[in-house]
């Protein structure tokens, strides 16, 4: 065993040196940094209405037990998961001063938010998907996309993500860490905890840019495609009334995209071309992980005609049942 100055126990083998526990940095020198997490509490708390209750309507309207909206159930339920494992950790962390997280703790807090946020991205390609089955082969969606379907598509994201994942997280157990136990992160993130190690990290700077390819630019690409052909369709086809009314389909499933690639993007590929500020980082991080997952219920509620007319024969059902209990 060796000591580091009373508090940290570092575990020590024939290959490796690993701190028993590490620090979570959180913001360098901004005061008032606790509103922030606060605001990241409201967001949790909207989070959870908000999905639970898109869950309760898909899980109760009967109608809407179809494969497409099997795929938002899915989403609502992965956007829920993965901002609960992050952001109570997060708050309990910042909030009320408990940066310490050991090892093993932090290498799962790793996996969960990374496993989660990776099922995100790949659902919304599944989402893609229906959409351009629905546009360009109208007549062949309910053979082709159906619940068996759906569920394969979605199972063999969970296994073959949860590989990706689990190969990434567990690489760092083969690494050293002899200096600094300070992660300048809001969470036990990739990037910063591996590039704390003293030996080499050759393999799991590559491994996390694979990751980087399979998680984020490889969905990117393959949700592109999926449009470029909606809107080859579209062109080809139809009338501009037509073409209207078949884009309106995908407006909410554009804006959910938007929402979670484009800061993810924007901040990775920021830390791979060039220096970003760790402030700068840890806030369109944490934004990027939290807020879609927020906001993703309420466009799929506001945006879509079908959960609209959903929740309103819940409500009326409702009101019928209370007033026949009152009489």
Same mark, same amino acid.
């Given at each position: 065993?060796?000591?580091?100055?009373?508090?940290?126990?570092?575990?020590?083998?024939?290959?490796?040196?690993?701190?028993? @526990?590490?620090?979570?940095?959180?913001?360098?020198? &901004?005061?008032?940094?606790?509103?922030?997490?606060?605001?990241?509490?409201?967001?949790?708390?909207?989070?959870?209405?908000?999905?639970?209750?898109?869950?309760? =309507?898909?899980?109760?309207?009967?109608?809407?037990?179809?494969?497409?909206?099997?795929?938002?159930?899915?989403?609502?339920?992965?956007?829920? #998961?993965?901002?609960?494992?992050?952001?109570?950790?997060?708050?309990?962390?910042?909030?009320?001063?408990?940066?310490?997280?050991?090892?093993?703790?932090?290498? *799962?807090?790793?996996?969960?938010?990374?496993?989660?946020? *990776?099922?995100?991205?790949?659902?919304?390609?599944?989402?893609?998907?229906?959409?351009?089955?629905?546009? #360009?082969?109208?007549? $062949?969606?309910?053979?082709?996309?159906?619940?068996?379907?759906?569920?394969? &598509?979605?199972?063999?994201?969970?296994?073959?993500?949860? &590989? =990706?994942?689990?190969?990434?997280?567990? %690489?760092?157990?083969?690494?050293?860490?002899?200096?600094?136990?300070?992660?300048?992160?809001?969470?036990?993130?990739?990037? +910063?905890?591996? $590039?704390?190690?003293?030996?080499?990290?050759?393999?799991?700077?590559?491994?996390?840019?694979?990751?980087?390819?399979? %998680?984020?630019?490889? +969905?990117?690409?393959?949700?592109?495609?999926?449009?470029?052909?909606?809107?080859?369709?579209?062109?080809?086809?139809?009338?501009?009334?037509?073409?209207?009314?078949?884009? @309106?389909?995908?407006?909410?499933?554009?804006?959910?995209?938007?929402?979670?690639?484009?800061?993810?993007?924007?901040?990775?590929?920021?830390?791979?071309?060039?220096?970003?500020?760790?402030?700068?980082?840890?806030?369109?991080? *944490?934004?990027?992980?939290?807020? +879609?997952?927020?906001?993703?219920?309420?466009?799929?509620?506001?945006?879509?005609?079908?959960?609209?007319?959903?929740?309103?024969?819940?409500?009326?059902? @409702?009101?019928?049942?209370?007033?026949?209990?009152?009489?």
């Amino acid at each position: 065993m060796i000591y580091r100055e009373g508090l940290f126990t570092s575990i020590f083998n024939s290959t490796f040196v690993r701190p028993a @526990k590490f620090y979570l940095g959180g913001f360098y020198n &901004i005061p008032h940094a606790k509103y922030y997490y606060v605001f990241l509490c409201f967001v949790y708390i909207m989070t959870v209405l908000g999905n639970g209750f898109l869950l309760s =309507v898909i899980y109760l309207v009967k109608t809407l037990h179809t494969p497409r909206y099997i795929i938002v159930f899915h989403l609502a339920f992965i956007d829920l #998961c993965g901002s609960t494992a992050l952001i109570p950790k997060l708050l309990d962390t910042f909030l009320f001063n408990r940066r310490y997280i050991v090892y093993e703790a932090c290498l *799962s807090y790793m996996f969960f938010v990374l496993f989660f946020g *990776s099922l995100q991205s790949w659902t919304l390609v599944t989402m893609a998907y229906d959409r351009l089955i629905a546009i #360009c082969f109208p007549l $062949r969606y309910h053979s082709i996309v159906t619940i068996k379907c759906v569920l394969a &598509i979605l199972l063999f994201s969970w296994t073959s993500l949860l &590989i =990706v994942v689990a190969v990434m997280v567990g %690489l760092l157990n083969h690494l050293s860490f002899c200096g600094s136990i300070v992660i300048k992160s809001f969470f036990c993130d990739h990037g +910063p905890t591996f $590039r704390l190690a003293c030996n080499d990290t050759s393999k799991n700077y590559t491994t996390g840019f694979f990751a980087f390819i399979i %998680l984020i630019c490889i +969905p990117l690409a393959l949700i592109a495609i999926s449009y470029i052909c909606i809107s080859m369709t579209l062109r080809r086809k139809t009338s501009r009334d037509e073409q209207r009314k078949a884009w @309106k389909t995908c407006i909410s499933h554009l804006i959910l995209i938007a929402l979670f690639f484009l800061p993810y993007l924007g901040t990775n590929l920021t830390v791979i071309t060039s220096h970003i500020h760790p402030n700068a980082r840890i806030i369109n991080s *944490s934004l990027s992980h939290t807020v +879609p997952s927020m906001l993703n219920p309420i466009i799929y509620t506001l945006k879509t005609e079908e959960v609209m007319n959903a929740i309103k024969r819940v409500c009326k059902r @409702k009101r019928i049942n209370n007033n026949t209990t009152k009489w």
